[in-house]
């Protein structure tokens, strides 16, 4: 078993959000909230975003999109245009996460939004998830 | 389809299309509860949302016909429902959900936001959050930079208590203090720029040790410390904080925002602190700590523009009555020669504001005003003083290929008027002649991403002082990560200051003191060098270090220091004839076990000294009063099972300090002891519950200075001290050691052990 795992032991496959919007397969998707100053995203990156397991479910059955929520690049999706949005001196959010991350009212990184394969939201997490929580929620999917 | 990007559209779209059609409103709940972000899909509409906090959901603008709602969410059974839209007919669904039996392990909130982080800059920044700072919550900012390693709040006063921020050494005037980037604090208003900024309104401080970017100008050279404000998105809805100690000193936060029409975002925070209890523990008949009422007002707008381009406004207003002194004084003797007491008013507000000009190009426009009033008497010398500083920046901010430019011009007035000679025309005396200078500059920074390990970032910034002259300040910062896990930072740059010596020096204002300057003070000039390491390690069950070392030379020529040794009735300014060098290293460890246990330490070697000629012409090295040669901090956090209880232990230690004391028969120590501030506290968060409270103990360890700091505490109108023709008391039988009322001989607060309790009430 963990030997065939060894074969495919691969580097994390990253989707941005607008090839999201042009792919054909239909897959799951798991967006990840991050900013560079996000210990805990980095920590996540540097563990469960590396396990072999994890992984591999990933590229096989997911798309996986890492969202910087302070990027300064716009977001073209169809017709519709998302923006950095600054807040103050060398500080704010993009408007996309903002949307889709904010959870009452507050917008956290990191945060772990699922898609179903119909793009449809149906989970949203903001904070860290430690290997063991992220293997069970890949699994409810 | 892709309902994601429905939903995406949908946020775009509400409200600039008009709801001819019909819509489906609804409630979504689980045993009574409402649920929040339910996915609501209506098949074949192509339309879908997800329910808000009160678990209501809308869909609006449905052509008529025959459509399956599906609602969804993890955790939960799906439910479809057959739906048929007739036109203008607005429907209502409430919807109950069962929980599915395959329910995910239930997640337990965990970590969010790093107490310290350092952000990804070659200039080395680190990061503290809120969190850390409750840790050891202190009613004010000031008080909460005891617990970062390698900066130190020191009290220049006995009486008052007030005091400045030392970093890495060096006094407080080398420390820059800002808000939202912002350089509204200075000279006269070090402690109130950190005092009176709610702690609710404040999402991370930045502090960067040794000079930062060339944005921030030529006098941090100790550092920089930059309170950045809440943002809308960030900010809870409502909160409180509420804190006493058995002292009787009760700390008030409040914060909450708004969203105006969609117009505006609206922060407000209000600190409220009083302490009215006098206590005088060391039995000097003084107050051991300076009784204090403050109340603070901070308003931040956040307009919503069109083209999404930033334009904030921020305001702070702030009111403080300190007094300190002998125990029996009342606001009767303010002023008097009878009772000897030290009473300060304060009256502050600011204006902070940054708008982007609504240009293809990224322009900047930043902002602010302050105006500072200080109403005090010093026993019965009084002391009047007003410092306004107004602040304008334009930058401008270029993106292209690997390099990212930032070129920007500033412009900064500051105002400043007092009672004393200092502000007085050199001709005639009488006359007063405010001090005023302009500080007109520009700079151009290039962050160049050589590749994608290396990062170069070259500065340069060009100020003309109206009393000095030209000042060039070039910076280098270059980042290289061997890997995610290994960083190296390499910084150098130059610092420029000219002294402000009567909003510097305390003991000049007490009249404890006089100030000589002894020559016409050149500008000090120094060169800075930094490097630092980072190395983080992952363990496979989850557990992280982050191992960060630093190691900085400053080397200053012409600097400015105040000689408080060679006679002990003045302060005497003069410009060094040699070198002043302050170097070190300093050592920081982040451990997060997997069970919960954080640990935080910190260690720093600090070695300040100056290299000057003695009148017979030999070099001699001499070490500034007040700077500590080993300090450290630890913070640590325990996790009490998952009950939500948690346990905090922080601390600090100080290694002996150079003290200022009135020639060689002060019986005062010239040295201060080791000593260490600890604290243990208690946090208890009912899961899911809005409350939190929390509990602790203070100065466990019951450390206080020596009783008898002040010199002649007896005699503080010095009545009893015979002076000769030169001003140096001479000894006599009820001055056997030739003092006088000293009250500027402080290195520790005064505060012993004690308890504190608090709670918080968060609203998101």
Request: aromatic residues 12%; negative net charge; proline residues 4%.
């Amino acid at each position: 078993m963990v030997s065939s795992v060894g074969v495919y032991s691969q580097e994390l496959e990253y989707t941005t959000i607008e090839e999201l919007y042009t792919k054909t397969e239909k897959r799951p998707a798991l967006i990840f909230l991050t900013a560079e100053w996000c210990t805990y995203c980095e920590k996540m990156k540097n563990t469960s975003f590396e396990e072999k397991q994890i992984v591999q479910v990933l590229n096989e059955r997911f798309y996986f999109v890492e969202f910087d929520i302070e990027q300064k690049e716009e977001i073209k999706l169809g017709d519709t245009v998302f923006r950095y949005k600054p807040t103050g001196l060398k500080t704010g959010t993009h408007e996309l996460a903002e949307i889709i991350g904010t959870i009452d009212g507050v917008l956290n990184t990191p945060t772990i939004i699922l898609l179903n394969s119909d793009m449809e939201i149906v989970y949203r997490y903001g904070g860290y998830l430690d290997t063991k929580q992220l293997e069970v929620l890949l699994e409810s999917i | 389809m892709r309902n994601l990007f429905i939903i995406l559209f949908l946020f775009v779209l509400s409200g600039s299309l008009n709801a001819q059609l019909s819509s489906i409103t609804g409630t979504i709940t689980h045993e009574k509860d409402a649920l929040e972000f339910v996915n609501v899909y209506l098949v074949g509409a192509d339309k879908g949302t997800i329910s808000d906090s009160d678990g209501h959901f809308t869909l609006s603008k449905i052509r008529p016909g025959e459509y399956k709602l599906r609602v969804s969410y993890i955790g939960f059974k799906t439910v479809e429902r057959e739906i048929k839209i007739e036109y203008g007919k607005d429907q209502v669904l409430n919807i109950e959900l069962e929980a599915s039996e395959i329910q995910g392990e239930e997640l337990v909130v965990t970590g969010t936001l790093k107490e310290i982080s350092r952000s990804k800059s070659a200039v080395p920044v680190e990061v503290f959050s809120p969190k850390f700072f409750q840790m050891n919550p202190t009613p004010s900012l000031y008080d909460a930079m005891q617990n970062v390693n390698g900066v130190r709040p020191q009290l220049n006063c006995n009486v008052c208590n007030t005091g400045d921020i030392h970093i890495n050494g060096l006094e407080g005037p080398y420390t820059m203090i800002l808000i939202d980037g912002m350089p509204i604090v200075s000279g006269l208003s070090t402690v109130y720029g950190l005092s009176g900024i709610p702690n609710s309104m404040v999402e991370r401080i930045e502090i960067i040790k040794g000079p930062a970017s060339s944005l921030y100008g030529s006098e941090a050279v100790g550092g920089l410390i930059n309170v950045i404000t809440k943002k809308p998105s960030t900010a809870p809805t409502f909160l409180a904080d509420a804190m006493t100690s058995f002292w009787g000193e009760l700390n008030l936060d409040l914060g909450g925002k708004f969203n105006l029409n969609n117009k505006a975002d609206v922060l407000t925070g209000v600190n409220i602190f009083n302490y009215s209890n006098p206590i005088d523990n060391n039995g000097d008949n003084f107050t051991d700590v300076t009784l204090q009422k403050r109340a603070s007002l901070f308003q931040k707008w956040s307009i919503n523009r069109k083209s999404n381009k930033l334009f904030t406004l921020a305001t702070r207003f702030l009111y403080e009555d300190r007094w300190g002194g002998e125990m029996d004084w009342t606001r009767d003797n303010r002023g008097g020669s009878e009772i000897y007491g030290e009473s300060i008013y304060t009256t502050r507000w600011e204006l902070i504001g940054n708008y982007q000009l609504p240009t293809t190009e990224k322009f900047l426009l930043s902002f602010s005003y302050n105006d500072h009033h200080q109403d005090s008497y010093y026993g019965d010398i009084p002391y009047f003083a007003d410092q306004r500083i107004a602040f304008s920046q334009l930058t401008w901010d270029i993106e292209k290929g690997k390099h990212s430019l930032l070129a920007g011009t500033a412009l900064r007035y500051t105002y400043y008027d007092d009672n004393t000679p200092a502000t007085a025309s050199s001709e005639n005396i009488e006359i007063n002649n405010p001090d005023e200078i302009w500080l007109p500059g520009i700079f151009l920074q290039n962050d160049i991403s050589v590749s994608e390990e290396t990062n170069l970032l070259l500065g340069l910034r060009y100020d003309y002082n109206s009393a000095h002259g030209n000042i060039w300040t070039p910076r280098v910062a270059y980042k290289h990560s061997f890997n995610q896990k290994n960083i190296l930072r390499l910084n150098a740059g130059t610092g420029f200051r000219v002294v402000n010596l009567f909003t510097e020096e305390h003991a000049a204002l007490t009249g404890a003191r006089e100030v000589i300057i002894a020559e016409e003070l050149k500008p000090e000039q120094s060169y800075n060098a930094n490097i630092n390491y980072e190395h983080k390690i992952y363990g496979s069950s989850g557990n992280y270090v982050r191992l960060d070392a630093t190691a900085w030379y400053t080397y200053f020529t012409n600097q400015i220091l105040p000689d408080y040794e060679s006679n002990s009735n003045e302060i005497i300014y003069d410009n060094l004839d040699g070198f002043g060098v302050t170097q070190g290293f300093t050592l920081n460890a982040d451990i997060e076990l997997n069970s919960g246990i954080k640990i935080m330490l910190g260690g720093s070697f600090i070695d300040v000294h100056t290299v000057e000629k003695d009148e017979s012409g030999i070099s001699q090295r001499n070490r500034p009063l007040l700077t500590e040669r080993w300090t450290g901090t630890w913070a640590v956090s325990l996790p009490v099972s998952r009950s939500g209880l948690k346990v905090d232990y922080t601390g600090n230690l100080y290694g002996p300090m150079k003290l200022p004391v009135l020639g060689e028969n002060d019986p005062r120590a010239s040295e201060s002891p080791w000593w260490s501030l600890q604290n243990i506290q208690m946090t208890w968060n009912p899961q899911n519950s809005e409350l939190e409270f929390y509990a602790g103990v203070k100065n466990l360890l019951n450390f206080t200075p020596p009783s008898n700091s002040i010199s002649r505490s007896n005699d503080p109108f010095d009545r009893g001290v015979v002076f000769d023709g030169d001003g140096n008391a001479l000894a006599t039988p009820n001055n056997p050691n030739a003092l006088t009322f000293d009250p500027s001989y402080v290195y520790a607060p005064n505060q012993g052990i004690r308890g504190f309790i608090g709670f918080r009430y968060n609203i998101r």
